[in-house]
């Protein structure tokens, strides 16, 4: 049998193996993509009168996430943020159980990288790191009051995180098979109790509220199912 043209083996193995899946090489143009969430928030689970859109950004005014009601799979979501001084917040994917979301999902972790008690932690807590689980290869969000421009892609079990036009940050989650370590060594922290490799690769996505008495700002939110 004559073998088979370089691209076209190329394309078979890439649509076999996630972790072939490209991410974008730049954000997208996601203008007529759905919407994360409507204005309404018909189409959202969270308690009553925390979050709220106000011009088109989305914030919540306490400690509480806001979830999607639908479930996702492999998707490319598309949005913008924007921290105040210590903001401390989060998108979360894979979520299984929004009740005790934060062992049972992925959280690509906002930070304001630039303050004294975000830039003293672990890589792994700053700004477009898996929290807890991989450092992004380098910071590059803005500083707080200006908006930031996230595209995650999800695919199977890997995870890319594009920030503000740079790719920092790709899993294989599949390689996080302990709950107390990392493949380079380091630790994960104790609440982070299931490895990620167990972790199922759908479920709800949320977005972190007022967490540690700092504001997070939302504004843009659009995903593409794939």
């Known amino acids: 049998?004559?073998?088979?043209?370089?691209?076209?083996?190329?394309?078979?193995?890439?649509?076999?193996?996630?972790?072939?899946?490209?991410?974008?090489?730049?954000?997208?143009?996601?203008?007529?993509?759905?919407?994360?969430?409507?204005?309404?928030?018909?189409?959202?689970?969270?308690?009553?009168?925390?979050?709220?859109?106000?011009?088109?950004?989305?914030?919540?005014?306490?400690?509480?996430?806001?979830?999607?009601?639908?479930?996702?799979?492999?998707?490319?979501?598309?949005?913008?943020?924007?921290?105040?001084?210590?903001?401390?917040?989060?998108?979360?994917v894979h979520c299984t159980n929004i009740e005790n979301w934060i062992p049972n999902s992925v959280e690509i972790q906002i930070a304001d990288d630039y303050s004294e008690e975000w830039s003293s932690h672990p890589r792994t807590w700053q700004c477009a790191a898996i929290f807890g689980h991989l450092p992004a290869k380098k910071s590059v969000v803005k500083k707080p009051g200006e908006w930031n421009r996230y595209t995650i892609t999800c695919k199977g079990k890997m995870i890319y995180v594009m920030l503000n036009g740079e790719l920092v940050t790709e899993m294989d989650r599949s390689l996080w098979t302990s709950a107390t370590t990392n493949p380079d060594?380091?630790?994960?922290?104790?609440?982070?109790?299931?490895?990620?490799?167990?972790?199922?690769?759908?479920?709800?996505?949320?977005?972190?509220?007022?967490?540690?008495?700092?504001?997070?700002?939302f504004r843009n939110m659009k995903i593409r199912e794939l």
Not at 194 to 215: R, S
């Open 1 to 92: 049998m004559k073998s088979l043209p370089f691209l076209l083996l190329l394309a078979l193995l890439s649509s076999c193996s996630p972790k072939l899946a490209v991410p974008p090489a730049s954000h997208p143009d996601s203008g007529k993509w759905e919407n994360l969430f409507s204005t309404n928030l018909a189409d959202a689970i969270f308690p009553a009168g925390i979050w709220t859109f106000s011009d088109g950004v989305l914030t919540a005014s306490e400690d509480q996430c806001i979830w999607t009601k639908k479930d996702y799979s492999d998707f490319i979501l598309d949005l913008e943020f924007k921290t105040a001084e210590g903001t401390n917040s989060g998108v979360i």
């Open 185 to 217: 060594g380091s630790e994960i922290p104790s609440w982070l109790s299931t490895p990620f490799a167990e972790l199922p690769t759908h479920g709800h996505i949320g977005l972190q509220g007022k967490h540690a008495g700092a504001p997070i700002y």
